[in-house]
């Protein structure tokens, strides 16, 4: 199939990379001049793993292309709108305003029988209101509301075989033809057993959201346990351990450490709150600012083990590792890893940061840090050791050989990712977060 993706960041260059690489024609359009000449490079403005090579093989076949024209869309059947939804300056509301341009200038182009496929991650209500537009711009044209459920590191991978597909479309025949067309366009993963959810436009919507805020709840429930277990002698990664094995919770994310961060889940439930507080309905999501306090303290708890450890911040060189605000990126969108070390760094402290991959967007964020490479170089001379993003090449460091490059034998796990035991062991004075 002919199709066409709007907004080429994250979410949109990943799809129509895959889009093409599972044999469709697929052109990229984004205002971003720089990003566009990128990625028509088969370069990857960020990084994601296995990005790189999708990218290069779908250029090479022909099946991908990227412009900066809008015009270039004409003569594709599916539309998929994939612009970023930040969040408002001033509010938690979610800015809609790129959603909004793209729709404009994408209509200007759209022909009746074209599907448009909204997959940014909007409040519950855009979609019905788009639908309108749509309808009054191009008659005989559908919206479409499927969102993405991609985890950073594994974008590609979710894509091409993702775990669920949610079609938000109209009721009646109009529907079933928009859904069909997308079992067309995911052909393989219909093939291959997918799940797939056809449902309404709010629906569709909510999942999303509603998604995010259970991930989002469930980090901070652990993360409000930790507290709990520095308070009483407890561990909470055992605690963790214990009841992941109820059917009922499952153990996946529930690792304290100093929470969630990224360009998703703090940004999509502060609008889901503010959405629902829209609707006259903000006592059902109350819960969801609890949610946030927690997660946000847990990044004070760090900053406050620091200065017990250290006596205080004032030129104490503190060595920080990790800057992502997860590993196999480099986002720092609303990183923990990069608040923290902006919190030391202004509270006194001499910091010295390390990532794998993020350093050049850290930099441009917090040029007033420094940088270095290496973990070898971060930690040398150091006085406090503090691991914030899980990175292999971190959690497999020798804690042995760390030793011989310290001032001071100190390290806090902000993401209890380490062996404790094994620091221990080393001669280390070994900090988790609940443990």
């Not at 979410?11 to 990128?38: C, R, S």
């Not at 909470?236 to 690792?255: C, K, M, P, S």
């Not at 450890?309 to 004032?314: P, S, W």
Request: negative net charge.
């Amino acid at each position: 199939m002919r199709l066409s993706v709007i907004g080429c960041g994250y979410l949109g260059a990943v799809h129509a990379a895959a889009m093409a690489g599972l044999g469709h024609t697929v052109v990229g359009v984004d205002v971003d001049e720089a990003k566009i000449a990128a990625l028509s490079q088969a370069r990857a403005p960020f990084f994601e793993p296995g990005l790189p090579e999708v990218l290069a093989s779908a250029m090479a076949s022909g099946r991908l292309s990227f412009t900066t024209d809008f015009s270039a869309v004409a003569g594709a059947e599916v539309h998929f709108v994939a612009v970023g939804t930040p969040q408002s300056a001033g509010s938690d509301a979610a800015d809609l305003r790129f959603v909004d341009a793209a729709f404009a200038s994408l209509l200007e182009h759209v022909s009746p029988g074209d599907v448009i496929v909204g997959k940014s991650t909007v409040p519950v209500g855009t979609a019905a209101r788009l639908a309108q537009l749509v309808a009054g711009r191009v008659p005989g044209a559908t919206l479409a509301w499927n969102p993405e459920f991609l985890r950073e590191g594994f974008a590609v991978q979710d894509t091409v075989s993702p775990d669920r597909l949610v079609y938000g479309v109209p009721s009646g025949e109009e529907g079933v033809r928009a859904a069909r067309i997308l079992d067309e366009v995911y052909a393989s993963a219909v093939a291959a057993g997918t799940p797939v959810i056809v449902t309404d436009y709010a629906t569709a919507e909510l999942v999303k959201v509603a998604a995010n805020a259970f991930l989002a709840t469930k980090i901070s429930f652990i993360n409000a346990m930790a507290e709990i277990a520095e308070a009483t002698g407890a561990d909470v990664t055992q605690l963790a351990d214990a009841i992941g094995h109820d059917a009922r919770i499952g153990r996946r994310f529930l690792n304290a450490g100093v929470g969630f961060g990224g360009g998703c889940l703090p940004k999509d439930i502060r609008a889901f709150s503010a959405r629902a507080r829209e609707l006259g309905r903000g006592e059902s999501v109350r819960f969801l600012e609890e949610v946030d306090k927690i997660n946000l303290r847990r990044r004070d708890r760090v900053v406050d083990l620091v200065r017990e450890e250290t006596g205080g911040l004032h030129g104490v060189r503190v060595a920080v590792l990790g800057l992502a605000f997860k590993p196999h990126s480099d986002d720092i969108r609303d990183s923990p890893a990069l608040d923290i070390a902006v919190r030391l760094a202004e509270g006194g402290a001499i910091v010295t940061a390390t990532d794998p991959e993020a350093i050049p967007n850290a930099r441009r964020r917090a040029p007033h840090l420094t940088y270095t490479d290496t973990a070898a170089d971060a930690v040398a001379d150091a006085d406090i050791v503090v691991l914030i993003t899980e990175w292999p090449e971190f959690t497999n460091l020798d804690p042995h050989t760390l030793g011989h490059l310290v001032t001071h034998k100190t390290i806090i796990d902000g993401r209890n990712a380490l062996n404790p035991d094994a620091w221990r062991t080393a001669g280390w004075k070994f900090r988790g977060l609940g443990r």
